[in-house]
């Protein structure tokens, strides 16, 4: 049985919260040295479609290195409620025994994804296939993300929305297509989300089911699916896109999974070894896919100390063992095609550029503002509670580093748990302790951010 996860208990879903119902404050101060090894939890993204996969093949998949956060067990529950047998089988391990594609059975009760997007909108692909109906729900700021974008083609697929809040909001019940159509479909904007969604709607549908992208998006849906057995192609399209081409109504087949450690997650403990003066950390197994890696192409252009060693791989997916070592940074300008490969990164890096010396632009992040919260208002308002100086112009972000930061605020994390590990990697360098008002949604994607910070020398309190 999948252990059920408790996001927000308590918390009425019709009122918009802006932290927990028992927030947990909590304050970080300039520390020593950052020092020795950690591997951060197995990447959220990997994880989440490791079950949906599993679930949808004919046979047993196991699953090693799966984020247990409670943004993965929902999607493990609603996999359970969908008809497939989930079962953790040791730390990080996990066996799921599929139904087959198209083979998702009607839940007898809303599927609850408490505060994630991607395990939302992946499912809702995958039940748009099957001829079942499914009511979609989470947390307050869940319910108020909008789901439109997903919608459209899945509407075109033959699903059908029978009733939902405006824009698509959650909850929402959708009724899977009884005979799922192929269609060739263009992203509006590049989103791995959507392109996921409609790919895994394309498998029940017969015939050829093509998504185009304009800017190439995460690749890890094409790379699990052919692992797992699909026919699927990628090709060139335009100078920065893919066309990716999925045969529909194959029979996809168990198949082992190792999970590497997320780099989104990476990032904070990497960018805390950077600013820490005299910082040596070492991180294992580190995904180091290059649609995922625009962060650390950004930090070295910064003037990073990031090795990579002990190069592997698995499902497709490149993994490293990264040795980080403090550095002093400077101001970089970072171009908009990169965001596709960053977008849940620039929170951090912006940490990064307040430490730098000089100007840092990150432009084209209107992605950020329909995250957990507009992540780029409240990742300016992190840095100026704490004495840095920015500015957000239209969808970019300036930050004027100055080699250090006075700190001393307390930051808003609007329930983000982006927001309240950045701010507290902040914290471990700052002149002043910096406080965030609740860490109690870094169990989404993190749950041992804290202890394992602490273990390498940050001082948290």
């Avoid at 927001?419 to 609740?438: E, F, K, N, R």
């Amino acid at each position: 049985m999948v252990p059920a996860p408790q996001p927000g208990e308590g918390a009425s879903k019709d009122t918009i919260l802006t932290h927990s119902d028992q927030p947990s404050p909590l304050r970080a101060r300039a520390s020593g040295p950052l020092t020795g090894k950690a591997r951060v939890p197995g990447d959220k993204s990997i994880s989440h479609r490791a079950l949906i996969l599993g679930a949808l093949a004919v046979g047993e998949t196991r699953i090693s290195g799966l984020l247990e956060g409670e943004d993965v067990l929902n999607t493990a529950k609603s996999m359970q409620a969908l008809g497939a047998r989930v079962e953790r089988t040791g730390d990080f391990a996990w066996k799921v025994q599929g139904v087959g594609v198209g083979g998702f059975a009607q839940p007898k009760a809303p599927l609850d994804f408490g505060n994630s997007g991607t395990g939302c909108r992946l499912v809702m692909g995958a039940v748009a296939g099957c001829p079942i109906s499914a009511v979609f729900d989470g947390d307050a700021s869940l319910r108020s993300r909008p789901m439109r974008r997903i919608l459209d083609p899945l509407e075109k697929m033959g699903a059908r929305v029978v009733s939902g809040g405006e824009g698509g909001r959650l909850p929402l019940t959708l009724q899977g297509a009884r005979d799922p159509l192929p269609i060739t479909y263009r992203t509006p904007v590049a989103s791995a989300q959507i392109k996921s969604a409609v790919l895994l709607a394309g498998l029940a549908a017969p015939g050829t089911t093509t998504v185009i992208e304009s800017e190439a998006s995460r690749d890890h849906t094409e790379l699990m699916l052919k692992h797992f057995g699909a026919d699927i192609t990628s090709a060139q399209e335009g100078q920065h896109g893919r066309r990716i081409t999925l045969v529909g109504e194959p029979e996809l087949h168990g198949a082992n999974v190792v999970v590497p450690a997320d780099p989104s997650s990476a990032a904070f403990p990497i960018v805390a070894a950077l600013v820490v003066e005299g910082s040596d950390i070492v991180l294992s197994d580190v995904m180091t896919n290059p649609l995922r890696t625009g962060l650390f192409t950004t930090l070295r252009e910064m003037g990073a100390s990031i090795e990579e060693s002990e190069v592997r791989g698995d499902a497709g997916e490149p993994m490293a063992r990264l040795r980080v070592r403090a550095s002093k940074l400077r101001g970089v300008e970072v171009p908009p095609e990169r965001a596709p490969s960053m977008i849940d990164e620039y929170l951090v890096l912006a940490v990064a550029a307040s430490f730098a010396e000089g100007t840092t632009i990150m432009r084209g992040l209107q992605e950020l503002r329909v995250k957990e919260s507009d992540r780029l208002e409240a990742t300016a308002a992190m840095l100026r509670v704490n004495g840095v100086k920015v500015v957000v112009s239209g969808d970019d972000l300036i930050v004027e580093g100055r080699g250090h930061v006075p700190g001393g605020g307390t930051v808003a994390t609007h329930m983000d748990h982006r927001i309240a590990m950045s701010a507290l990697v902040m914290g471990c360098a700052s002149d002043q302790p910096v406080t965030v008002d609740d860490t109690a949604f870094i169990a989404t994607s993190f749950p041992d951010f804290i202890p394992m910070m602490r273990s390498l020398g940050a001082e948290f309190s």
